[in-house]
């Protein structure tokens, strides 16, 4: 089911576009305090800023509309984002933004509904609207900003923290398993997930771009670095340790394809994969209305003799 | 078509057409209501009693062009619900039991954020998963008080199937008007209950709409007072909405603009202006039935299908000669404080049927802390309902009376 796409060479040397993205850009975001609002809330050399920024490169090479794009967040260090963003945004409780932004599509479905979620928000409590909107395969983009802690409340383990490694609450290191993002998406029948990291600039952005682009749920993984709480506890200090972490770290997907299983473990596989297409269900709610409406078809009314050709 | 069901909740029944009189049941009746009223999404999680209402919304929503969508929890759906009224749709959901209590973070943030929208309770029996096919009246202060902070809610409960379709269009009308979740607080048994009632044509119907950026004469420039309701911006309309809230060009803040505050001052304000602009409007949701309330000695205190055996119970009193009087609550809260304590300025005793614990006549005791009648319960929490006789019981003079006819 997997297809390999690594970046090739000559994309890699690409710039991106030299125009400003203001259109897409709150300075200051929405808050509206001097003192307590006006400056970026993360962490100097926090991997968000750099994922922000491809996201909007993302936008810009797509050409979006800002008025026609909604992004939907919960709560968690990169929950701020929307503000800084001149899309429309649901801002909204910790893990909902599938259930939410399913709802937003089904009702408007001409708008680029992106959730900018954690792995907090969206791998743990977010994690069954994750699943059932890939299942649905609802056309919305999820971002994932996996910094492998619960970064607004402290730095504790989530479900992506890798194994021994220390947070807040894994003072002993970390016992538990962890997700596979992309692997879970798949599974549970996204067309397209992507896996990236914050050093990758380029990657990330096309990563994104294929996301958005892409008709049916797509999801990008996106390892960012909190140097902050993660980093600190485990011998990377510096947000440009961890930027060299993931450099040395990461193989592309093709890379990783003529590998031995043992020389990918404890490695990030970066790349996008993709899946057969599956009805898009914002589509075949539309199509559902016009053939009800046209009365084509009646609601069955609790007995049938035929039994059904399944699809 | 029952003109004062109609006064009573202040809708206008002119112009209202009939299209059909039908056979119907409680929790279709809701869907029609909602229908009518212009709800164009539906998103729940199947739970007994109140599956008709998705079942129903699922044949009807394709018909009338909108979205149903069977969420994969209660959670689900409450934000579902959000997420589909911040496009500008009126939007719904139904549970009951287990189901209400997944959903209360939702609701809050129905409320705070001010996101339109209607929540039906169909109550069921008991705390936990309680009995799922029995009716119960259990959920009313978790209406009031569910979610976290300090909020206020509206919570309306009907008594009948008719009145059940005109609440639901009044509970939407009232959900766009004051810009946030209305709770509809129904029972098992009104929800299964079949009554004949006139089903209006829908174009006549009135309803209400939330005020937008476009609609609203001074769009954007908030007046700063506690009571103001701000003009809601869907997304994709141009605006850049944020929950719902916007700013016009060149603004870089809207969530205080008017108040001039910020920080700790601006949570103050917010969290005042969001109470106030519901109480200050207390005329317009408060929806109450007084019968023979003047000159009431017993008042008799009721809501949803147990006021219905009240009224049998205040008949039967007034034949034994004794002055009864019943007060029927629609609206559960804003608590009517104000309408009781007029009703009860005669009386001696006030008798609060329901089927929980008291939960109610706790309310009727703050609002009666001043008087000096005697507030007793008759509370039935095995979803029996609770008889006439058991009432008539309370009033020490018919109970005499009751006993002197047993001997007899
Ligand atoms: C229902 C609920 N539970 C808990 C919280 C507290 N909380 C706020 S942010 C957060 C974790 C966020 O982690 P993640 O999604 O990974 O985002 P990050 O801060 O790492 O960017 C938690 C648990 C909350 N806001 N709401
Ligand atoms: S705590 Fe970590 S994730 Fe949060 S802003 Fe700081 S560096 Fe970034
Ligand atoms: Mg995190």
């Excluded at chain 2, 008042?299 to 007060?327: H, M, N, S, Y």
């Excluded at chain 2, 009648?373 to 979803?383: F, K, L, P």
Aim: charged share 20%; net charge negative.
């Amino acid at each position: 089911m997997t297809t390999v796409e690594a970046p090739r060479a000559t994309e890699r040397r690409q710039p991106v576009k030299p125009k400003p993205m203001q259109e897409y850009i709150e300075v200051f975001g929405n808050l509206p305090d001097e003192k307590q609002g006006r400056h970026f809330r993360y962490c100097p050399g926090c991997g968000l800023g750099i994922a922000q920024s491809a996201i909007v490169r993302a936008w810009d090479r797509i050409g979006l509309d800002p008025e026609k794009v909604v992004t939907v967040g919960g709560s968690g260090c990169y929950a701020v984002m929307g503000s800084y963003l001149t899309a429309s945004q649901a801002h909204m409780g910790h893990g909902r933004a599938c259930a939410m932004a399913t709802a937003i599509k089904m009702s408007d479905p001409e708008l680029t509904v992106i959730t900018l979620q954690g792995d907090g928000d969206g791998m743990a409590i977010g994690a069954q609207h994750f699943v059932h909107a890939a299942r649905r395969n609802i056309d919305i983009t999820v971002v994932i900003f996996n910094n492998f802690v619960y970064g607004e409340t402290g730095g504790q383990h989530g479900p992506t923290t890798p194994r021994t490694t220390m947070t807040q609450t894994s003072p002993y290191g970390m016992v538990e398993n962890e997700f596979d993002i992309v692997n879970m998406a798949l599974g549970a029948g996204a067309g397209y997930a992507a896996r990236t990291t914050v050093f990758h600039a380029q990657h990330m952005v096309r990563a994104i771009e294929g996301a958005i682009r892409h008709k049916g749920f797509s999801v990008v993984e996106i390892l960012q670095n909190c140097h902050e709480l993660w980093g600190k506890r485990n011998g990377m200090p510096k947000a440009t340790d961890m930027l060299a972490w993931y450099r040395d770290n990461s193989v592309t997907s093709a890379q990783a394809a003529k590998l031995e299983p043992e020389d990918v473990l404890g490695k990030f596989v970066i790349g996008t994969w993709t899946a057969p297409d599956r009805p898009e269900m914002s589509e075949e709610w539309q199509k559902l209305v016009a053939r009800v409406q046209a009365g084509e078809v009646e609601p069955s009314k609790g007995a049938s003799s035929k039994p059904p050709a399944l699809q | 078509m029952d003109h004062s069901l109609l006064e009573r909740l202040q809708l206008s029944p002119d112009g209202i057409q009939i299209a059909n009189r039908r056979l119907i049941q409680g929790n279709e009746a809701i869907c029609e209501g909602a229908i009518a009223a212009g709800v164009h999404f539906y998103a729940g999680y199947p739970i007994t009693p109140c599956t008709e209402i998705a079942e129903q919304m699922s044949i009807r929503q394709p018909q009338v062009g909108g979205v149903y969508l069977q969420m994969e929890d209660e959670v689900g759906s409450i934000n579902a619900v959000m997420g589909a009224s911040l496009t500008g749709k009126k939007a719904m959901t139904a549970t009951a039991g287990p189901g209400i209590s997944l959903m209360q973070d939702g609701i809050g943030w129905t409320q705070t954020d001010e996101i339109p929208s209607l929540i039906v309770n169909v109550q069921r029996a008991g705390p936990g998963l309680g009995n799922a096919t029995r009716s119960g009246q259990m959920d009313v202060m978790q209406a009031r008080w569910g979610p976290n902070g300090d909020r206020e809610a509206v919570v309306l409960a009907p008594s009948s199937v008719e009145e059940a379709f005109w609440l639901t269009l009044k509970s939407v009308n009232l959900s766009e008007r004051l810009r946030m979740g209305v709770i509809m607080l129904t029972e098992g048994l009104l929800g299964l209950m079949r009554e004949v009632i006139d089903l209006p044509d829908f174009s006549t119907v009135p309803i209400e709409d939330r005020i937008t950026p476009e609609s609203h004469p001074d769009a954007g420039q908030y007046d700063g007072s506690r009571t103001e309701i701000r003009p809601f911006a869907s997304f994709g309309t141009g605006y850049r909405s944020i929950n719902g809230a916007w700013q016009p060009p060149g603004q870089v803040s809207n969530y205080y603009a008017g108040s001039g505050l910020s920080g700790l001052d601006a949570q103050d304000y917010n969290i005042r202006r969001l109470h106030d602009k519901v109480l200050s409007r207390r005329d317009e949701l408060t929806f109450t039935e007084s019968s023979e309330t003047e000159d009431a000695e017993v008042l008799l205190i009721a809501f949803g299908t147990q006021a219905r055996v009240a009224r049998f119970a205040k008949d039967e009193l007034r034949r034994q000669g004794v002055k009864a009087g019943l007060l029927r609550l629609v609206t559960l809260f804003p608590f009517p404080e104000e309408i009781v304590r007029a009703a009860a300025a005669n009386a001696k005793q006030v008798i609060v049927p329901e089927m929980n614990l008291g939960q109610i006549r706790g309310e009727v005791s703050r609002a009666l802390r001043m008087h000096d009648a005697e507030i007793v319960g008759v509370n039935h929490v095995d979803s029996t309902y609770i008889e006439p006789d058991e009432i008539i019981s309370m009033v020490p003079a018919a109970a005499r009376r009751q006993r002197e006819g047993a001997a007899v």
